[in-house]
């Protein structure tokens, strides 16, 4: 039996915010025991976990309603925002506080933040066979469901949610720790997000002072072959508003060394070992396949190593 009591003390442990008793019980009876089994991946460290709870309780926050009240945006219901913070992580909520506190301007984060608002609007929540999917993922027999997946066979604008969930995979260093994250560029083309922070402590990161840089589909393929040491090395120039963030992957002896760089901020490096590899390299492909869907994963593999020993000297 779900107890909201308990639930609020794990999230403060995880360094979450706690709704009220009211809220949380309502988020439990849209989530059931993909709540209850993510708060205790989070609390053994899983990362996708973390980013998953982070995404509903930072969106659920009281002064979230209050921002979309200043965007002039519609009142929205608990429902509507565990959506989007389950489809889009902690990035709406932290884009939302970014673009309010600079006047609302007509930028590409209020692009951002307006079609995703609408998108989740106009997404009939509660059609009973969304409810019958819910019902599914809390039912142990089952087995285990993934974050963010739905179960059964729910209406497109819903699948089409599902298939935005926020996936990413973090590499942690002494000094540094990095997140691959799926993405969208404005032209809605999926590509991957770096985002690399300091250490601040003992397995303690300063993610509010990340560099983020959002690679272009065109780098894409580079990317991936210099991960699968296909190409010796690769550098991503040119990123940020005035051309000031850049990043390089290197082929090294077991490993592949990347660098994320900005003007006037110290370097974040950090070794990727072959298991880490692995994982962004899954996460790099898939990615690229949504953006060339007549592609098989063998044919594309293919043509980054026919491309690949294009860049190769």
């Known amino acids: 039996m779900f107890n909201a009591r308990v639930t609020a003390s794990d999230l403060l442990r995880l360094k979450l915010p706690v709704p009220s008793i009211e809220v949380l019980e309502e988020i439990h009876s849209l989530e059931g025991n993909t709540l209850t089994s993510s708060i205790e991946r989070a609390t ?3 990362a996708q976990s973390i980013g998953y709870l982070q995404g509903i309780f930072f969106t659920v926050l009281p002064v979230v309603s209050d921002r979309l009240a200043t965007a002039k945006l519609a009142p929205p219901s608990i429902p509507l925002l565990v959506t989007i913070g389950r489809t889009e992580g902690p990035v709406f909520a932290k884009a939302l506080k970014r673009w309010v506190e600079n006047g609302c301007p007509e930028n590409d984060e209020g692009g951002y933040l307006r079609r995703t608002y609408a998108k989740a609007l106009h997404s009939d929540f509660n059609r009973p066979v969304v409810n019958e ?19 059964g066979q729910p209406h497109a604008p819903v699948r089409q949610q599902s298939e935005k969930s926020y996936v990413n995979r973090h590499v942690y260093g002494g000094k ?5 994250s799926a993405d969208q560029t404005r032209t809605e083309e999926h590509t991957i997000r770096i985002e690399a922070a300091m250490a601040s402590g003992a397995r303690t990161y300063n993610w509010e002072d990340k560099i983020a840089i959002q690679l272009s589909t065109r780098e894409l393929p580079s990317v991936l072959a210099t991960l699968l040491q296909i190409q010796s090395k690769f550098e991503g120039k040119g990123h940020g508003a005035q051309n000031e963030k850049w990043f390089s992957l290197e082929n090294q002896p077991g490993k592949v060394y990347l660098s994320v760089n900005a003007k006037e901020l110290a370097s974040r490096s950090l070794p990727i070992g072959p298991g880490d590899c692995y994982a962004v390299i899954t996460l790099v492909m898939e990615q690229m396949l949504k953006n060339a869907p007549f592609l098989t994963a063998e044919s594309l593999l293919s043509l980054i190593k026919r491309t690949g020993l294009m860049a190769s000297p």
């Open 44 to 46: 053994a460290g899983d």
């Open 176 to 180: 540094v720790a990095v997140c691959f």
């Open 133 to 151: 999917a819910v019902e599914a993922a809390n039912d142990t027999s089952n087995g285990s469901v993934d974050v963010g997946v739905s179960v």
